[in-house]
């Protein structure tokens, strides 16, 4: 890679996402997701925040299907690619593949964007409309403008109802018949879930990322039943990074107020370049004792180089970064360490977790000891 390729803000070299730990919580296409973010340095967290119904065994997209097949339609919408090639095939595997496409070819097919439109032609059909802005406004848009009184609208979901949409539909005088493809459940294994919890709450990780509105209603879900909800709103809101596939995914956060970035291209290697742009920037940097300090989720960027510390550095390090050049007592230190209310922590496991502090960071003066008071980060003024 060139020199100018890895220069990160600031000017430092190396991958944008060194020292940075970012979370992903797709079950679909997460290898893919996951690969992209380590290429550019990240450390990955994975927890599948929802699982997929398989669309054979589905029977409410089969049911809806022979519906549509049996007494037709006269507009189609279709939202996404992979739902819209997943509803033909399982269609095909209950005997109903020959009388949906027909169904199809003579009715109006809206398609949300160009990839959906290139699952349409690669069926055989031909799409009568695909808006600029690849959003479901767009379609509704151009449907209620040509108006949908007296007609059945078929509309292909993903996952997640469309409220709005539907509604907006039915209250201009159509028949909306729903075809649920790709069903949400929670996951079977919620203990990769509960762990990325406990890191988002414990901001030991950077970012998360989501590429579908159902992962965002599922780790709320599984937050707000262990009692978490508004703690994870907290952090959300502050100190880690949302970054979502596109805006759909970003409204249920949006409703929950809770502020998360898209990219401009609704693609999964346009969201790893946002993140890659936000984290750095967001990334605050001290200047302490001639050095250049940041304080990430499970690392400190020392001079534009990441160091990964274990939890008790971090905890450490946090509680001297929270204001900084500020003489932050043992007895403080003490209780922020983990398991600082037992009583084998002492001053001397201080002195000791410090030392290996300062060993980990690669440079012992960031951290001033301040006698018979505690520690500090030697920042240009001492406060007190």
């Known amino acids: 890679m060139e020199e100018a390729e890895r220069q990160r803000p600031g000017g430092r070299e190396g991958e944008p996402l060194d020292g940075f730990t970012v979370a992903v919580t797709a079950a679909r296409r997460a290898e893919e997701l996951i690969t992209l973010l380590r290429r550019r340095g990240a450390e990955v967290v994975h927890a599948p925040a929802m699982r997929t119904v398989p669309l054979a065994d589905d029977i409410e997209l089969r049911h809806a299907t022979r519906k549509l097949v049996d007494e037709g339609f006269d507009v189609a919408v279709a939202t996404t690619a992979i739902g819209f090639r997943g509803w033909l095939e399982a269609a095909e595997e209950w005997g109903l593949g020959e009388g949906l496409l027909e169904r199809l070819a003579g009715s109006e097919l809206l398609a949300r964007g160009p990839k959906v439109c290139g699952a349409v032609r690669g069926a055989g059909l031909r799409e009568d409309f695909s808006p600029e802005s690849e959003s479901m406004d767009g379609v509704r848009e151009r449907l ?89 709103l ?39 370049q946002l993140v890659c742009d936000e984290l750095p920037r967001r990334a605050e940097e001290l200047g302490v004792a001639g050095h250049r300090l940041a304080v990430l989720g499970r690392a400190a960027l020392v001079d534009g180089e990441a160091r990964p510390l274990p939890p008790a550095g971090m905890t450490l390090l946090r509680a001297l970064a929270k204001r900084p050049g500020w003489v932050v007592p043992r007895e403080d230190l003490l209780s922020a360490m983990p398991g600082g209310g037992h009583h084998v922590i002492d001053g001397h496991a201080i002195e000791a977790a410090v030392a290996r502090l300062r060993a980990s960071l690669g440079a012992p003066d960031l951290i001033e000891t301040v006698v018979q008071r505690g520690y500090r980060l030697a920042v240009e003024e001492e406060r007190v």
Do not use: I, M, N
């Not at 018949?177 to 294994?189: A, F, G, I, M, N």
């Not at 509960?194 to 414990?202: F, G, M």
């Not at 159902?214 to 707000?224: N, Y």
């Not at 979502?244 to 609704?266: K, N």
């Open 234 to 272: 907290a952090a959300l809101r502050s100190e880690v990074l949302v970054a979502c596939v596109g805006p759909v995914t970003a409204q249920p956060l949006a409703e929950r107020g809770v502020p998360a970035v898209h990219p401009e291209r609704f693609r999964l290697a346009p969201l790893v």
């Open 144 to 232: 209620l403008k040509d108006g949908v009184a007296g007609r059945r609208v078929a509309v292909q979901l993903h996952g997640a109802p469309l409220p709005d949409f539907t509604e907006a539909l039915r209250a201009a005088g159509a028949e909306v018949v729903v075809v649920p493809v790709y069903r949400w459940l929670p996951p079977e294994d919620t203990g990769p879930v509960d762990r990325l919890l406990d890191a988002v709450l414990a901001r030991t990780v950077d970012a998360v990322t989501f590429t579908s509105a159902p992962a965002v209603a599922g780790l709320f879900d599984r937050a707000e039943w262990r009692g978490d909800g508004e703690e994870l």
